[in-house]
């Protein structure tokens, strides 16, 4: 059963690269228009949203929102649990009443197509180059001073175990947050890890389910301006955790 299981995870897993890869391919020559413009980019943001609408339809994820708090003032930070790369996926059809960037890791640029769109509209981050990941930083306070809100996921990347156990966040987020005093917006997937596990995974689950998400209440500027970064990080992880431990408290039973 279990390797049947794996078999089924692999093929689903191809043909979601299929239906991702197909709409980037049309939306591309659109897509490659609006980013000659500065004006016009926001323009491919909602291209962004028909391409995560169509992920969310032709793979068969519907979204079940189980908590859908009032959104803040725009530009704010957005900031997300990351244990499957649906969470990147389908975020625009979630979110899609505010413009907003990934602030995520260069790594992707080195895919052909898919590099032409993370460059255009989000913001890459030299992990391993400390003077670059500065000027991430630079970049993202522009963008949000240009009227777009900036996700960064703070663990920083997928974990490789003990998914959906969260690793331990990172401070970049929040020290933003508190230059640029904006509000930050909380969110939890509780069910992507296994509706769609990371690609290198071959045999790791796939399968079409409910995407099931919590837009948690945002802390807003008055409180991010009054409490520290670490402050900040430990009450959004203990926030973005509480639904991962009652979706699942079977892999939280031993801490």
């Known amino acids: 059963m279990q390797k049947i299981k794996g078999l089924f995870g692999l093929t689903y897993k191809l043909y979601i690269a299929v239906v ?72 625009h059809s979630i979110l899609p009443q505010q413009p907003f960037a990934f602030l995520g890791k260069a790594e992707i640029l080195k895919y052909p197509i898919v590099r032409t769109y993370f460059k255009a509209l989000n913001i890459p981050v030299y992990r391993k180059d400390k003077s670059k990941a500065g000027q991430a930083l630079v970049h993202a306070q522009k963008a ?24 331990p966040f990172k401070n970049g987020a929040f020290r933003l947050a508190k230059i640029l005093n904006t509000p930050i917006l909380p969110l939890t997937f509780t069910q992507n890890f296994h509706l769609f596990s990371d690609p290198t995974q071959w045999f790791g689950p796939a399968h079409p389910g409910v995407v ?30 509480q639904p991962l431990r009652e979706a699942h408290p079977q892999l939280f039973k031993n801490l």
């Open 144 to 167: 949000m001073q240009e009227g777009w809100s900036i996700v960064i996921f703070p663990e920083g990347t997928i974990p490789e175990e003990n998914i959906p156990q969260m690793l």
């Open 20 to 91: 991702f890869f197909v709409f980037a391919l049309l939306f591309y020559p659109f897509f490659w228009i609006l980013q000659l413009k500065q004006s016009w980019r926001k323009l491919g943001f909602k291209i962004f949203i028909i391409w995560s609408w169509m992920i969310r339809i032709f793979c068969f994820y519907p979204v079940r929102y189980k908590l859908r708090s009032p959104l803040p003032n725009a530009p704010f930070i957005i900031i997300s649990n990351h244990s499957s790369y649906l969470d990147i996926f389908l975020l």
């Open 212 to 241: 099931e998400v919590f837009i948690h209440p945002y802390i807003p500027t008055e409180e991010v301006a009054a409490t520290s970064a670490d402050e900040l990080s430990k009450k959004c992880f203990q926030l973005i955790e």
